[in-house]
């Protein structure tokens, strides 16, 4: 989603007004005798909002638009999504995956 709100950042990640925060997202994996199938629906549906005047934007949609197939950009995007993960709270899935696209940026 394009924001409006961002002014500095790159992008953010936030939440449904409903489902769990952040932390409690993070409260309710570390139980040990938690129901998986409550976890399903209440997990909060995360949206990225990008801030289109950002000049890290900007160039990746200057890369982008200049060549279609550049696995540099894709693997960008997921660090700017991953690392917005990790700046709003939330836990990464696949913490090997962000790390190895680290040195590959």
């Known amino acids: 989603t394009v924001s ?3 002014v500095s950042s790159p992008c953010c990640i936030v939440t449904s007004q409903y489902g769990w925060t952040a932390n409690m997202e993070r409260i309710m994996k ?3 005798l938690r129901d998986s ?3 399903g629906y209440m997990t909060s549906k995360k949206t990225m909002e990008i801030n289109p005047t950002n000049s890290i934007i900007t160039a990746l949609r200057e890369k982008a638009d200049a060549d279609q197939s ?3 950009v894709k693997d960008l995007i997921w660090l ?3 690392t917005s993960l990790l700046t709003s709270g ?3 899935d ?3 995956t ?3 696209r680290m040195p590959a940026s």
Do not use: I, N, V
Request: hydrophobic letters at 40%; proline letters at 4%.
């Open 4 to 6: 409006s709100r961002l």
């Open 30 to 32: 570390a139980q040990a």
């Open 37 to 39: 199938s409550q976890s």
């Open 70 to 72: 550049d696995k540099t």
């Open 80 to 82: 700017l999504y991953d």
């Open 90 to 92: 939330f836990s990464l």
């Open 94 to 96: 696949e913490p090997a």
């Open 98 to 100: 962000f790390a190895s």
